[in-house]
């Protein structure tokens, strides 16, 4: 089982370039989650969806855009990257909303901004 | 803005010997979660609790939810190599809609041969 999958692994970018970071799970899961982890930081949800077609804010999404037209697809967008987005990014999803429900992450996206 | 803290930060010692890693908020939450995350890996969820002073036990792990629902603990027997992650905490409170979800930063395990 693939379970959740984040393409691409690794990425190097520009100051002020664009890029989308994919996300897809195969588990039917409702909920899909955007996080990021820095170093002492613990993991920070960026944005969430609780279904298809729907987007949330989280605790910081300045910077970032997501959409969720597919259910099994979450895609995370920087419009004008900058060095403070270096980060691993990670994506999970969960069958309803998290709390007494088992958050299933992907092997995360380790992206620097140069 | 609810905040866990996990203490310590860092931990190394021998294969064989007891830890206990704890999680730490102000705030009151509806449940817990333990995850573990290796090198290289997105974190595993390894237990959640729901209610205040539950005790769950995986093999050798032992966790425990607070009485008042505000902190929790982690405790391994006999550590072994494969034991080696950082653990993180996460808890949840509110309603479902993921305004009142975190996690704390962290407590790095090394555990040596």
């Known amino acids: 089982n693939a379970g959740v999958t984040q393409t691409p692994k690794f990425r190097v970018l520009k100051t002020g370039q664009s890029m989308t970071l994919l996300c897809a799970q195969d588990m039917n899961h409702e909920y899909m989650y955007w996080y990021r982890q820095d170093p002492g930081m613990g993991l920070r949800l960026i944005h969430y969806?609780?279904?298809?077609?729907?987007?949330a804010k989280g605790e910081v999404p300045d910077g970032y855009n997501v959409s969720r037209l597919k259910k099994q697809n979450f895609l995370l967008g920087l419009e004008s990257a900058a060095p403070s987005q270096t980060s691993v990014y990670f994506c999970a999803s969960s069958r309803r909303g998290w709390g007494n429900q088992p958050q299933h992450f992907g092997d995360g996206t380790r992206l620097s901004i140069l | 803005t609810q905040l866990l803290e996990q203490s310590p930060q860092f931990l190394s010692i021998q294969e064989g010997e007891n830890l206990t890693v704890y999680c730490n908020s102000s705030s009151v939450f509806s449940s817990l979660q333990w995850y573990r995350q290796e090198p290289g890996e997105g974190p595993v969820l390894l237990v959640t609790?729901?209610?205040?002073?539950e005790v769950k036990k995986l093999k050798r792990l032992t966790f425990q939810f607070g009485d008042a629902r505000k902190d929790s603990s982690l405790h391994i027997t006999a550590a072994q190599p494969g034991d080696t992650g950082l653990y993180l905490c996460a808890g949840a409170s509110g309603d479902n809609y993921g305004q009142n979800f975190v996690f704390g930063p962290g407590t790095r395990l090394s555990v040596l041969p």
């Open positions: 969806s609780v279904g298809e077609g729907t987007t």
């Open positions: 609790v729901v209610t205040g002073g």
